[in-house]
């Protein structure tokens, strides 16, 4: 900077100078008379002179002074400042809480949820095992989904004395726990449902567990397990068959869950050591003889919330140890002899009428066109 200013004031002297020597010049050969031959030479000296040296000492001075002293102090202290703070602080603190949090818990949950209940490359079955023909005379089937499963049977006895025997590894099965699916071949098989027969007279086995996947019980599926005591209904079986576990003399407990809307004929019949039954909303018919001759019966709850529902032909006769029961007001029909020779039941209720009187509720069931015959009776 002291450089540029020291030069030009040096050419502002050597500009100051040549101006006075040309005036001087000029002076003194105009004195001398001689203006044919000075003249020409004066006029081309002066004038070139005097026009270069007037713009260039203002011009220079001017923007040397502004220049240096604004545009070093303005660059430093502003720009440098804004840059690193503003971008370092976002970039870092936005992204990387961000993706982890949203992206990871989204994917994973979603298909291991909907996989599980579609099932689509299962076959679905009913689990058979042994079968009773015409005649009464029961065997094993080697072909039946027991036997797939690994099991075997044999038979013994027959008639009142026929007893089944179910198997595994030659030993003879008393807990049974049956699984939901299971694969042979390649094959994979979902079990829906309890086919007829496949556990009739397995007369030694004493427990047995049904997976969730059962929407249905057989005809006499379980039918003459002597030993039963222990055995479960699946929330999802809408139907228990006919004969489905009569004759399950020491089974003392059964849970119907709210699924079930048919309780076929004679289906509990002879469970001599069951104590209180739970009729379910969703029923809506208990069939002939369903719960006949269970000895120790001695609650029968109807749920509050029956829709219409049916009581068939004997429904609870020989239930010596009933004391009282509530018919439902939703029934719409009662059968025959449906409460025929419980020898101790005192009271029947229906529709807030509690009746003491045989004759009293039978004409009464009668006249509202629910019962044909006699219900409460005595032989």
């Known amino acids: 900077m002291l450089q540029r200013i020291t030069k030009s004031k040096e050419y502002i002297y050597i500009f100051a100078l040549i ?20 003249a020409p030479a004066v006029l081309p000296t002066v004038e070139p002179t005097v026009e270069p040296t007037v713009e260039p000492t203002e011009e220079p001075t001017v923007e040397p002074t502004d220049e240096p002293t604004v545009e070093p102090t ?10 690193p703070t503003a971008e370092p602080t976002n970039e ?12 990871p818990t989204a994917e994973p949950t979603a298909d291991p949820t909907d996989e599980p209940t ?16 015409d005649e009464g005379n029961c065997s094993f089937d080697d072909n039946s989904v027991l036997a797939e499963m690994g099991y075997a049977g044999t038979v013994s006895g027959s008639g009142p004395n026929l007893v089944c025997h179910l198997l595994k590894d030659g030993e003879e099965v008393t ?31 004493t427990s047995a567990t049904l997976p969730d996947t059962v929407v249905s019980i057989g005809s006499q599926a379980f039918a003459a397990c002597r030993s039963l005591t ?23 407990a059964i849970d119907i869950p709210d699924s079930v809307t048919s309780i076929d004929d004679m289906a509990f019949t002879v469970c001599t050591s069951l104590t209180s039954i739970d009729i379910p909303a969703g029923v809506t018919s208990i069939g002939a003889y369903a719960f006949t001759t269970c000895d120790s019966l001695q609650t029968v709850n109807f749920s509050k919330d ?10 609870f006769q020989y239930c010596d140890s009933l004391t009282s029961i509530t018919i439902p007001d939703s ?22 009428t509690v009746y003491n009187d045989k004759d009293a509720f039978n004409t009464a069931v009668k006249d509202a066109g629910i019962a044909e015959s006699d219900v409460w009776v005595d032989y």
């Open 19 to 38: 101006f006075s020597l040309s005036l001087f010049l000029s002076i003194n050969l105009t004195g001398c008379g001689t203006s044919g031959t000075v």
């Open 74 to 83: 303005d660059e430093p202290t502003v720009e440098p400042t804004d840059e």
């Open 92 to 103: 870092p603190t936005a992204e990387p809480t961000g993706e982890p949090t949203v992206e």
């Open 118 to 133: 579609v099932h689509p490359d299962y076959e679905e079955v009913s689990l058979t095992g042994f079968t009773q023909d």
């Open 175 to 205: 807990e049974l726990e049956i699984p939901e699916t299971f694969e042979k071949d390649g094959t994979r098989y979902r079990i829906i449902g309890i086919a007829d027969h496949a556990l009739h007279s397995c007369k030694n086995l």
């Open 230 to 252: 222990s055995i479960n209904i699946p929330d999802g079986v809408v139907s228990i068959g006919f004969r489905a576990f009569a004759d399950c003399v020491l089974l003392s």
């Open 306 to 315: 029956l829709g219409p529902i049916s009581i068939g032909e004997g429904a």
């Open 331 to 352: 029934v719409v029909s009662i059968g025959a002899d449906a409460l025929a020779d419980c020898t101790n039941l005192t009271s029947v209720a229906w529709k807030g």
